[in-house]
């Protein structure tokens, strides 16, 4: 539709920058005609009162103007609707300043938005002839860095805002003189006020004062979309967002900041204009209760609080910026009740990441240990937690109960703290960065080996040392690593894992015959058995199941030390196997016995503890083969600690030592009888013709494997690949091993030399077919074989829990523990350790296929499900009124 107004005779082009109204009353200027005449050419409505208010009217046509008026004032002045539109407030919508719904108003609790009303620089409107800036009219101009001066706010006659009521249209404008109506009653009101403001005095700032400096970077913020500098540098911020960062910043210095301070940080010319009583101000007695919640009335105000803010802001990066915070919060501190990290919260609508941030950073000093772990103060960008619980407990599956070996060694003091007992509470501080997971909950979720008072005890001496902060640093980034990239063990199955079948008595004796390793006595096979036990779960080695033999005494650990420095490469590689056939032997084949975080995660840091793979290995294997404690004579000789080397060892075990000229005579005797008793027609006929394997074979002629080796080598006979024949890959019947093994009652390891395998791999195909193991003795036996027929006479609702004759225990134990508030004092009071009953309440649980007790938690006892509830009641009336725990 064609606009109604004619296209004007005289056009004059807005200057950049201008007001519409300013441009308005400049054009009836030009045509020496009433703005009244202008604005009807154009179209505007006529103000007519109805109950002393404007029907529809907008009460600045400056702040918006419709659609059909921008096209009209368009097409009339020869313009385009787009610069129509550059003139009016909505120019700064959404960027400067936000607009009411409806489109008509400036909300002024949004970015220091003023409702009516503009300042004014005198020496532009004199230069100008009386044009007005738009962004004069905004709550963050304050200074006219063209003529370096303050922005003047009110009539120097009059003392009240210019233009905050549209001029009258009865006069030709004379824009420069002020419009307000006459301070006199009965005045004309055409004439206004008539004041001269381009007289107007402000103050006069020198070239290159902070204030200009303030002025121009807030005006490139409100031109620019988004805004890189500073803080903000490595997380870009859109414009409105830095803006609400420098009004809360502002209300600070506005509200709480002390004359004395504020004298000390800003120009003291500025300080002193800002801290002056307004003579000019028709009520100089009155302060606003909220200082900077609305625009601040003066531009010195303005100046001060922009100028302050910004000299937080302009600091090259986050943490610089929060040192610059710190100040002004200390000197604030006073004033505020209390000043947390959530006080920010009330600082306005709007703010940025960036600031939230440095204000995280601000706070670092006064935060307890804990904290600086949640809100990872150390990073380049501090935050408040983002983390969901699914989040946390998804981490927590990554994480072992007893932290990763190559990193406790790295984290732990030299003295102080005992990595057995900093290792549980690493573990638990991985869930604690970006997280809102209480020390307790996070013990929880990663084993419960220690409590929340435990942890903030070990963090209390953490923080006393000067490495606190790289500490921290090597927790968030692995944390990151954790969040962002898979993890090949999945640490919460193998904490609920049943270990009671790890490494049985004469796999142990095979490993060490294969091996050529002593024996020993019955403490030996445990300490290697717990080892295992501890690499696989992650868990304590003192956790282990009964029959385990894990020792939690000083002794044992002793031993345990002994055991790791003596442990050969051949070892080592037959007891990984072992947790592999283990491991399969729960379904489960792709994961590895052990994994660690990478290494280069700590690069750069300065930790308690030296780097473990700075030792220099070969002279390590040297030194514990001479002494009789060789991890700590090798631990000072080689300037490391105690559990550097116990890792180091356990990942690069020491070969044997070279034979002495005895042990070689030896060696070649037990050649010689071998041969005597082995001749190579014999070996031939029972390796290759017979297909023995070597196991088989030393079985039968009592000389070990390598012997045997050596002499199949001496001999020219090819070996099969692998230690074991090929027997061992073949397929074990269901039916023979329900003959053999149910039937006719033999054990696993007879089997298992028949047929050419490992136990544990004869064990998995008795899981593959569904055949109950027997335990250990010949007690248990009757009980292995009737477990099927006592699952199938259970309730319904046992019956998948009834899977081994352990099954009934762990019902006994979980319906016991019921009545106590946390599994902790049930296990105290069954007399067992609580991992012990954790793991049991697990397996019933994985076994069920559903939850059988909600966790206690701060104020809230452990209590049952609903379905843990009957589970409960069936297993008492399974268990009948003689069983026991």
């Not at 909220?290 to 105000?301: E, H, K, L, N, S």
Request: glycine share 6%; aromatic share 4%; proline share 9%.
């Amino acid at each position: 539709m064609r606009p109604s107004a004619r296209t004007l005779p005289i056009r004059l082009p807005p200057l950049p920058g201008e007001a519409l109204d300013s441009w308005l009353e400049a054009t009836a200027r030009r045509m020496d005609t009433t703005l009244g005449d202008v604005l009807l050419h154009f179209g505007f409505p006529v103000r007519q009162r109805a109950g002393n208010q404007f029907r529809d009217i907008p009460a600045d046509w400056t702040i918006f103007l419709d659609e059909r008026l921008t096209a009209a004032v368009a097409h009339a002045t020869g313009t385009v609707p787009e610069v129509v539109t550059a003139m009016t407030l909505a120019h700064y919508d959404g960027r400067a300043l936000q607009m009411s719904p409806e489109g008509r108003a400036v909300t002024r609790h949004v970015l220091w938005g003023r409702g009516r009303g503009s300042r004014f620089c005198p020496d532009c409107l004199h230069s100008s002839g009386g044009r007005w800036q738009l962004s004069w009219r905004l709550g963050f101009s304050f200074a006219c860095t063209q003529h370096r001066r303050l922005l003047a706010d009110r009539c120097p006659h009059c003392g009240r805002v210019p233009r905050q009521r549209p001029r009258s249209g009865r006069s030709v404008p004379q824009p420069e003189l002020c419009g307000n109506p006459p301070i006199r009653p009965g005045g004309p009101v055409t004439a206004g006020c008539g004041a001269d403001l381009t007289c107007a005095s402000t103050l006069r700032l020198p070239p290159g004062h902070p204030v200009l400096t303030a002025q121009d970077r807030t005006m490139e913020i409100i031109d620019g979309a988004t805004v890189a500098f500073g803080p903000y540098r490595d997380v870009p911020q859109p414009a409105p967002a830095v803006l609400a960062d420098i009004r809360a910043l502002g209300i600070r210095v506005l509200s709480s900041l002390p004359a004395a301070v504020l004298r000390e940080q800003i120009p003291a010319d500025i300080a002193e204009a800002h801290l002056a009583t307004d003579p000019v101000s028709p009520h100089p007695e009155q302060a606003a209760d909220r200082p900077g919640f609305m625009a601040p009335p003066r531009a010195a105000d303005a100046a001060a609080a922009v100028t302050m803010a910004l000299g937080i802001l302009e600091q090259p990066g986050i943490h610089s910026a929060g040192e610059a915070l710190r100040g002004l919060l200390e000197a604030v501190r006073e004033e505020l009740t209390q000043i947390s990290v959530t006080s920010i919260d009330d600082w306005g609508r709007g703010i940025s990441p960036v600031l939230q941030s440095v204000h995280l950073a601000a706070l670092a000093p006064t935060l307890r240990p804990s904290e600086h772990l949640r809100y990872r103060t150390t990073t380049e960008t501090p935050r408040r937690p983002t983390k969901a619980t699914r989040d946390i407990e998804q981490r927590a599956r990554k994480i072992p109960t007893m932290f990763w070996p190559s990193w406790t060694v790295r984290l732990t003091p030299p003295e102080g703290i005992h990595a057995r007992a900093l290792a549980p509470v690493l573990a638990a501080l991985l869930l604690i960065p970006d997280s809102r997971t209480s020390l307790d909950q996070a013990a929880g979720l990663v084993g419960d080996v220690v409590d929340g008072i435990e942890i903030s005890r070990l963090l209390q001496e953490l923080d006393d040392l000067p490495q606190w902060p790289d500490i921290v640093t090597a927790l968030d980034r692995l944390t990151d690593h954790l969040d962002a990239d898979d993890v090949p063990i999945d640490y919460g199955r193998r904490r609920i894992l049943d270990y009671t079948g790890l490494l049985p008595r004469d796999r142990w004796l095979e490993i060490c015959r294969r091996t050529e390793t002593p024996p020993g006595t019955g403490r030996r096979e445990r300490i290697a058995r717990s080892q295992l036990f501890r690499r696989l779960s992650g868990l304590p080695a003192e956790s282990a199941p009964d029959d385990l033999g894990g020792l939690d005494s000083a002794e044992f650990r002793a031993t345990a030390l002994h055991f790791t420095a003596l442990q050969t490469p051949e070892l080592a590689h037959a007891l990984r196997q072992e947790a592999l056939e283990f491991l399969a032997s729960h379904h489960i084949h792709d994961e590895p016995v052990t994994w660690q975080p990478p290494a280069t995660l700590l690069a750069g840091l300065s930790l308690p503890a030296p780097d473990p793979m700075h030792v220099d290995l070969p002279r390590l294997h040297q030194l514990v083969r001479e002494r009789q404690h060789p991890v700590q004579h090798a631990a000072q000789v080689l300037g490391t600690t105690v559990e550097a080397i116990r890792h180091v060892l356990d990942e690069h075990p020491a070969p044997e030592p070279p034979l002495t000229k005895n042990a070689a005579r030896a060696t070649g005797r037990i050649r010689q009888q071998a041969r005597q008793a082995i001749p190579e027609e014999h070996f031939t006929q029972l390796y290759l013709g017979e297909h023995r394997s070597l196991q088989q074979i030393a079985t039968l002629t009592g000389f070990s494997r390598r012997v045997l080796t050596d002499l199949a080598k001496e001999y020219g006979i090819p070996l099969r690949e692998g230690p074991q024949d090929y027997k061992r890959r073949s397929t074990i019947e269901r039916d023979w091993l329900i003959e053999q093994y149910v039937h006719r009652r033999r054990t696993l390891p007879d089997l298992a030399r028949e047929t050419g395998m490992s136990t544990a791999n004869m064990a998995r195909w008795a899981h593959i077919h569904n055949i109950p193991l027997r335990p250990r003795g010949g007690a248990s036996h009757h009980t292995a074989l009737r477990t099927p027929e006592q699952a199938a006479d259970a309730p319904a609702i046992l019956r998948d829990a009834l899977t081994s004759p352990n099954a009934r225990q762990r019902l006994e134990r979980f319906a016991a523990a019921l009545p106590y508030p946390t599994v902790t004092e049930a296990a105290r009071a069954l007399g067992i350790h609580q991992s012990t009953l954790t793991t049991q309440i697990n397996r019933l649980e994985r076994d069920l296929g559903r939850p059988l007790i909600e966790r206690a938690e701060r104020g809230r006892r452990m209590r049952p499900t609903p379905f843990g509830r009957k589970v409960a009641v069936a297993a008492k009336r399974l268990i009948g009124p003689g069983g026991r725990p």
